[in-house]
């Protein structure tokens, strides 16, 4: 587990402001990946299973506070890491904004491809949506990027 905590802090940290929040979920899902342990039937990765549980305790964190005040979602922050180390703060801002404009689903098939770096199978389970349905989306998702990208982040 430990190799894929800060795969999982980062992915966490992308859906949720603020550290203490950010804590409480990685604490939650860790507790949730220990006590269902058991129930871990090999069928994914185990790296894949913990994404699905990561997921699950992010959604019960918003369902938490939308009961308990009316507050919105947050957009995620940037990204996209740069490979390169020559490439500006102003770049990866102006990829971040272009990330920022896609639908939340993009977003996270963007984050679990590129940070998590999943497999499309993976992506698969952890969203529940058939592998062809994202290798589709992550291609409109690129040309959407590209365009965004070449139109000076604009739509």
């Known amino acids: 587990m430990g190799i894929h905590l800060k795969v999982i802090y980062n992915y966490i940290k992308s859906h949720i402001a603020g550290n203490e929040d950010v804590k409480d979920v990685l604490q939650e899902t860790m507790l949730a990946v220990w006590k269902g342990i058991k129930n871990y039937d090999g069928n994914s ?12 305790k992010i959604a019960d964190h918003y369902r938490v506070a939308y009961r308990n005040s009316s507050i919105s979602i947050d957009e995620f922050e940037d990204i996209l890491v740069m490979k390169d180390e020559k490439e500006t703060i102003d770049n990866r801002l102006f990829v971040g904004k272009a990330v920022d404009k896609l639908k939340s ?11 998590a770096q999943l497999s ?36």
């Open 45 to 56: 990765s185990f790296k894949t299973w913990c994404f699905g549980i990561t997921r699950r």
């Open 105 to 115: 689903t993009e977003k996270d098939i963007v984050f679990l491809a590129f940070n």
């Open 120 to 155: 499309y199978s993976e992506i698969s389970q952890i969203i529940g949506i058939p592998i062809g349905t994202v290798k589709s989306r992550m291609h409109s998702i690129k040309e959407k990027l590209k365009k965004q990208l070449a139109n000076g982040g604009g739509l």
